[in-house]
């Protein structure tokens, strides 16, 4: 008997259990001996042996479904060679999880850190297949993860057209991404944004306001900025990080950069400026058609990798086929929005403006 284990890690999204459940489904279909042990919130579940033996029917009816059955928690790859409060070795409590168990391989669905740490297990020996889960889309070695077009359907926000447009108002959406404006560029250009900030293209307020200027002179009662909510200023990008937290101490404190820019679009311009933040909307509800075609055939591709004894490999989408990419070259990297890139391009043409010039 196969014994395979299997893990949601880090932030929610749509899609995780359509493609627990294309990896479920494929293993049951392909294989005529096959348990699938499920551990409960995330590495946390590999850690403390906290899990459940899943059955056929539990994967059954979850394709829409958004969340995680089987739970997640966030376990900072950081912090994966410190001792929990006690003094429990997380790596080995893992691997001795994995061997008590006698799993045949551990699939993991997760972002960016839950990479790395499916990297790290990998490495001290155990067999791990992975799945690309966020609605970041930063995953390097994959064109889409999944989670990342629901998302991205969430954080358009198509309504705010119509109450800026009637009030006569600038409208800041502020999207999800710390470190990666994918999601904030294929929002704003889904949702028509006049502006769109991204934290790879440090933006300058005059130029930000004077967009807004200009489209007011033009006849335009409204603009729409989408900014991503690690967008930051030229000024700011120019910054050592201890000159930057200095500079956040003794200033004024915002909510977050949305509500700054804010603040400055009014004080120079005079306009009257409203804040949006959809948070965790953008991952939580179903996942949108999209998101559950990858996801399965994410989760097919993973079986296959286990059933042929391929481990130590992401399934990943290229060039709208599916692949495997070694872990070790997935962990630690980012997946940024160049600059220069078409899209980017594309956008300029049509009068958008990203505050850069």
Known sequence: MRRIGILTSGGDCQALNATMRGVAKSLYNMLDDVEIIGF?????GLMYADYQIMKPADFSGI????????????Q?????????????????A??????????????????????????????????????PKTIDNDLWGTDMTFGFQ???????????????????????V????????????????????????LPEVPYDIQVVCDA????TKAGKRFSILAVAEGAISKEDAAMSKKELKEKKKNGVVYPSVAYEIGAKIQ?????????????????????????????????????????????????????????????????????????NCSMIKEAKRIGISFGDQ
């Open 267 to 339: 004080e120079v311009t005079g306009s009257e400026v409203r804040v949006t933040v959809p948070g965790h909307m953008q991952r939580g509800g179903e996942p949108c058609p999209y998101d559950r075609v990858l996801a399965t055939r994410l989760g097919a591709a993973a079986a296959e990798l286990i059933i042929n004894e391929e481990y130590g490999y992401m399934a990943a989408l290229k060039n709208n086929e599916i692949t495997k990419v070694p872990l070790s070259e997935v962990a630690g990297k980012l997946k940024t929005v160049d600059p």
């Open 40 to 44: 409960e919130d995330g590495y946390k």
């Open 150 to 172: 629901s998302a991205v359907e969430v954080a358009t926000i198509d309504c705010i057209h119509t109450t800026a447009a009637s009030h006569g108002r600038v409208f800041i």
């Open 63 to 74: 394709l829409t479904q958004g969340g995680t059955i089987l739970g997640t928690s966030r």
């Open 94 to 131: 893992m691997k001795h999880t994995y061997k008590k168990l006698k799993l045949s391989c551990l699939v993991v669905l997760g972002g960016n850190g839950s990479q790395k740490t499916a990297n790290m297990l990998s490495e001290e020996g155990l067999n791990v297949v992975s799945l």
């Open 174 to 197: 502020e999207v999800m991404g710390h470190k990666v404006g994918w999601l904030t560029l294929y929002a704003g250009l889904a949702g028509g944004a006049d502006i769109i900030l």
């Open 76 to 92: 900072p790859f950081k912090q994966m060679r410190v001792p929990d409060e006690n003094g429990l070795d997380k790596v080995e």
């Open 212 to 215: 807004i200027t200009k489209r």
